[in-house]
């Protein structure tokens, strides 16, 4: 081989070891399809083929079946309640945390990812140590005919409480990767507060807070173990579509649960679809504003420029 | 000049304006006290206050009821099965999440986007939901319980169903977890490990390996921390038999369903310290990536 010849096939050989041969590659995307396919695609494919088994007349049979339709209207109520509740509270701890530096910071961080490693059997348990009959505040509830634990207020705080961390979390390392400069601008500039968060950082937090907001949105209403503790599942009262999928499979409904489950299938669905149409543009946007190799997950410190001193000259 | 002026400018800003409106000005933003003051408020009534119901009912115990009450034989079985499956589903997603997260970051292929997007379906599925859909396909007449019938592996309601269950709840933890630090490793790294004679195994054991190993931990401990405490998508399909596949959150809604407010507490706050403990772990893990794609810059 002549000297030339030797170089030219060293160096293609180097661009194709750091890939894998078409073989092991072939072999290994067919590996993890499968894997996602028997995992993911055939439970979500037999949700609808078992709800559509007895035609499409009994499918839509089972959703306006009463019992059916009051748990569809207690879950939005849960979750008309529920999510803001969280909207709120997501946005709040995201701008202290994004925004200020503070004595304890990981430790409020810490506890805001609680609620995702907590079972909810236990955090059901909790409510019913608080407002139970035998709770902390049973004696005074039962005095003023209050009713929290299996009633609709119960099914509510154990939803708060499970998707209590949905929206912080999406939106604190968006508003972290932001810094605060804009912010700072505006205040500077003579903007109030308000006008300061719905002019400045709605806007560039909308998509994120969106995300937040759907994905809270159906875990709230697929929300199943917590709930389960504190409903008592009364009929027509405080099933939730989760409990009412429950209560049809036990009876061997099977046909109805899971055309009932469908729903909660379907707004899964939605939710993936809206992640993805937020997260695309999201990366359209920043592939405008930010070098394309900044990761937005993993900023855990504000990537704050150094404060300005002539803002304030 | 640009900089000079800039540097002249703040020389000025810095003489007329000492030190103390200087730290004030850190804090130039409004609304940190209510801010965090309600988030410390919405936290302490919502999470803090109805956790620490249980370690005061769990207190009000004796310690040996205490001890009794965490290490009746039908509970230890619990733990077992509980820690059990979550461990081996884990371990499962450990090694198809590196994959996943692998082909979905270093190749192309048709219909990726929408593979990526599904890997989060387990977070948007109400468990309950994935519970009977798992057992409708694992039982005997399922599309997949009819072939591994004949077998003799049965996997609906047997502790096998259980592993099934987990590994579906934590399938997104590893995949997600590793996918950005996989993309962000350098290709230079790479290119050098081959150039200087490492095959393209050794480059991934030895090179890419270390770099993706506490994120591939981290989404271990959150799969396994997830499994744990998982409900819903287990009782369907675990077929709930005492001593051989019952779970811990299952143990605690029987003692609480008889009444054993004080036995269902404990239990609780057994599982309340794993969360805990698996919570420290993650922190720590992702604080090790942290350091660790921070050093070479």
Not at chain 2, 39 to 57: A, E, Q, R
Not at chain 2, 73 to 93: Q, W
């Amino acid at each position: 081989m002549s000297k030339p010849g030797i170089s030219t096939s060293s160096s293609r050989r180097i661009e194709s070891s750091t890939e894998e041969p078409a073989w092991v590659r072939r072999s290994l995307i067919g590996v993890s399809l499968a894997f996602l396919l028997l995992f993911l695609v055939l439970p979500l494919v037999a949700v609808f083929t078992e709800a559509m088994r007895k035609g499409f007349g009994a499918y839509l049979a089972a959703l306006v079946d009463p019992d059916a339709w009051s748990a569809i209207k207690l879950t939005l109520l849960t979750a008309a309640i529920a999510v803001p509740l969280n909207v709120v509270f997501g946005v709040a701890a995201a701008w202290a945390i994004a925004k200020f530096e503070f004595r304890g910071k990981s430790v409020l961080t810490t506890l805001i990812d609680l609620p995702f490693s907590v079972s909810p059997i236990v955090a059901g348990l909790a409510f019913v140590l608080v407002f139970g009959a035998q709770g902390w505040f049973g004696p005074w509830l039962l005095e003023h005919n209050l009713k929290i634990i299996f009633a609709v207020p119960g099914i509510v705080l154990a939803t708060a409480f499970v998707t209590l961390p949905l929206v912080a979390r999406e939106l604190i390392p968006l508003m972290q990767a932001q810094g605060s400069d804009e912010e700072q601008a505006a205040i500077v500039l003579g903007a109030s507060g308000w006008q300061t968060f719905w002019h400045v950082t709605l806007p560039n937090i909308k998509w994120g807070l969106l995300y937040g907001v759907i994905l809270c949105n159906a875990r709230a209403m697929g929300e199943y173990g917590a709930v389960s503790v504190v409903s008592g599942h009364i009929r027509g009262l405080t099933n939730t579509i989760p409990l009412q999928v429950e209560i049809l499979y036990n009876e061997y409904q099977l046909q109805a649960g899971f055309a009932v489950a469908s729903l909660l299938a379907l707004l899964a669905l939605l939710t993936l679809v809206l992640k993805s149409v937020i997260e695309w543009r999201h990366e359209r946007a920043l592939a405008v504003e930010l070098p394309p190799e900044q990761p937005l997950a993993r900023v855990s410190s504000p990537a704050r420029t150094t404060p300005t001193p002539l803002a304030s000259a | 000049m640009a900089h000079g002026s800039t540097l002249a400018l703040r020389n000025g800003a810095g003489g007329t304006a000492p030190l103390a409106p200087r730290r004030k000005r850190r804090r130039v933003l409004p609304g940190f006290h209510l801010t965090l003051g309600y988030s410390l408020f919405y936290l302490g009534l919502l999470v803090l206050i109805p956790l620490s119901t249980l370690f005061f009912k769990a207190a009000g115990m004796s310690w040996d009821a205490f001890v009794t009450a965490v290490s009746a034989p039908r509970v230890m079985a619990t733990y077992r099965i509980t820690f059990g499956a979550s461990l081996i589903a884990a371990l499962i997603n450990l090694v198809f999440g590196l994959l996943v997260a692998w082909v979905l970051v270093r190749y192309r292929f048709p219909g990726k986007r929408i593979v990526d997007a599904l890997v989060d379906l387990p977070f948007a599925l109400p468990t309950a939901v994935a519970g009977i859909s798992l057992t409708a396909l694992l039982g005997r007449n399922g599309w997949v319980g009819q072939y591994l019938e004949p077998l003799g592996i049965k996997l609906a309601y047997a502790p096998a169903g259980i592993v099934v269950a987990l590994t579906f709840i934590g399938l997104p933890f590893v995949v997600r977890t590793v996918q950005p630090v996989l993309q962000d490793v350098e290709k230079e790294l790479e290119e050098a490990a081959a150039s200087l004679g490492a095959s393209r195994w050794e480059t991934f054991r030895r090179v890419l390996f270390p770099a993706i190993a506490p994120a591939l931990l981290t989404g271990f401990a959150m799969a396994f921390a997830r499994a744990v405490g998982e409900y819903g998508s287990v009782v369907f399909i675990a077929g709930n038999m005492p001593m051989i596949s019952e779970i811990t959150p299952l143990i605690i809604l029987i003692k609480l369903e008889q009444f054993d407010y004080a036995g269902a507490s404990a239990v609780a706050v057994v599982l309340l310290v794993v969360s805990f403990l698996m919570l420290l772990a993650i922190n720590a893990l992702q604080a090790w990536q942290r350091r660790l794609t921070s050093a070479p810059t």
